[in-house]
């Protein structure tokens, strides 16, 4: 990966690019995954590259929804394995570790490509090691989501198809859209308040990936201490979406009319 001086005041940003481009030269990203990056960007600096309070109030209500699930999924893309893989394998663990790999560029090169990067494990992250992931959608998609296109829609069946909720961090819009069609929960992580993804999920988490996965997985291990009962759990996931989204607009409309 090129240095960048911690130093610098972008330092953070550079990194992540940093990051995509690496995954793009080693073929785990496609080039659109590049521009999905540029894209979230750009919302960053919209929302001041911090998790607002509202992403937070998500957060906490999504942690809830992960804990009460039977069966949760996180769906990981080339994107998100590029920015934050080991933070994907940590925040599994808390849960029933179930990874699931969806691309929407899939091709056998870039999945084998994925396959290594997770059974090489070049941080040796003490998660995966002690076998408490199962990565699945490679060898096992064998499932197909209704009205997505065949390639796009092939899913684990213990993963996504039988899933209740599922961690969707940049998802593209039909797919989220159809993930609900099937009555899953859906809890998409993206910048874009106004993409499909965000519109059409359970839950939007309005933040950037790599900041927000650590504060889903603090908020897991926080409620978990608490001992709450499942219907005190589930009061906490209440949660209204569309009020949420509109509080970020009006955040980045205030942000560029220098309110
Ligand atoms: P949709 O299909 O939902 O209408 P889109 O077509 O605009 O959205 P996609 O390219 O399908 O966008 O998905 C990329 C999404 O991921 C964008 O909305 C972008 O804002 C978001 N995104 C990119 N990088 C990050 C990141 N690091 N953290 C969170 N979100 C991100
Ligand atoms: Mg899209």
Do not use: W
Not at 18 to 34: N, R
Not at 143 to 163: F, W
Not at 220 to 233: G, H, P, R, W
Request: with cysteine; charged share 30%; aromatic share 4%.
């Amino acid at each position: 990966m090129s240095m960048v001086p911690e130093s610098h005041p972008r330092y953070k940003s550079l990194l992540n690019r940093g990051k995509v481009v690496d995954a793009f030269e080693s073929g785990v990203l496609a080039k659109g995954g590049l521009i999905a990056h540029g894209r979230g960007e750009t919302y960053d600096y919209l929302i001041g590259e911090t998790t607002p309070k509202v992403a937070k109030e998500a957060i906490k209500a999504s942690a809830a929804m992960l804990m009460l699930a039977k069966n949760p999924v996180i769906s990981v893309n080339g994107n998100s394995i590029a920015l934050a893989k080991d933070e994907l394998i940590d925040l599994a663990a808390e849960l029933n570790g179930k990874i699931e790999v969806n691309l929407f560029y899939r091709t056998e090169a870039r999945e084998q490509k994925i396959k290594e990067l997770f059974e090489k494990n070049e941080s040796n992250n003490e998660n995966y090691k002690n076998n408490k992931i199962t990565i699945l959608g490679i060898d096992d998609a064998n499932k197909q989501m209704p009205n997505v296109d065949h390639l796009r829609g092939k899913v684990s069946e213990a993963g996504i198809y039988t899933a209740d909720v599922v961690l969707v961090p940049l998802e593209d819009g039909d797919r989220a859209e159809a993930l609900i069609e099937m009555g899953k929960k859906v809890i998409a992580i993206d910048l874009n308040p106004l993409s499909r993804t965000a519109q059409k999920s359970t839950i939007t988490i309005v933040d950037e990936l790599t900041r927000c996965i650590p504060l889903i997985k603090e908020e897991i291990i926080n409620l978990k201490k608490q001992n709450l009962s499942n219907e005190e759990l589930n009061q906490i996931t209440k949660f209204d979406n569309n009020k949420a989204l509109n509080e970020i607009l009006k955040l980045i409309s205030d942000k560029l009319t220098n309110k």
